[in-house]
Every structure is written in C-alpha cells, then in structure tokens.
C-alpha cells in the first residue's frame, strides 16, 4: 500500500467499502476527492521540501486553494510556502479533510457506527470551524 498514490489507495478503500461500484464516489471519483487530491499535492511539497523552483502541478494546486479559500490570486508571485500561513487556508483544509472522510463514511456498508456519531465527533474535533 506504501507505494500506492493517494488516488489509488482511495480507490482500494472505496471498492473494498462498495464492491458493487454504483456509489457516487467511485462513479465521480475525481470530482468528488478533487479537494483531497490538492491537499496532498501540498502535504507532498510540505515533507518533500526542496528549494528548487516550485513545478507547475504545485503553483496550480496552490492556485486551487487561493481560490478555495477566497485569496488573492496575485499572492503566485511570493513563494509558495506563504499560502500555508494563511488561516482561511487551514480552515479550507481542515474542512477538506473532514467532508473527504465523512464522505468515505457515509457509505451505508461500511457502517461500524452511526453516520451522525462520526460527524459529531468530526465537527467538534475542528470546532469552531463550521461544515458547508
């Protein structure tokens, strides 16, 4: 599994959770874990840290959470570290975050606990953020 994309674990997770491949998740996969996708193209740049010029993938996905996150556009030209410094950033993926797995969770097969009991505990873990 280490050697699998987050794209591809995903997908290992949601067949093993939906074998029968009609959920919304796995027919929009892209779409639906797109803000997923983002948040670990930031989480790679973030552990792989370098200081050679910032590849295309990482300015785009930055681009994405600027405007995730109601920011200024023209903050591209100042190093791409500075938009981890924003709170509406890390409110965005916070939020992210939390809405990828409640997704995951809502799969009715899956069910360990109540859907409702892993939101309460989700939201107030963020608390005082507010799930859209």
Known sequence: MREMSIGEKLQALLLIVCPEQTHKLIIDFESEFSTVFVLNTLRNAIVHHDFDKPSEFLLSACDAVRAAAGLSASSRHGPWEE??????????????AALAVLQIESIEKQRKIHPLATRDAVVSAISPLKLS
Do not use: H, R, Y
């Not at 938009?83 to 992210?96: F, H, M, N, R, T």
């Open 83 to 96: 938009i981890l410094s924003q709170p509406p950033v890390a409110e965005w993926a916070c939020k992210s």
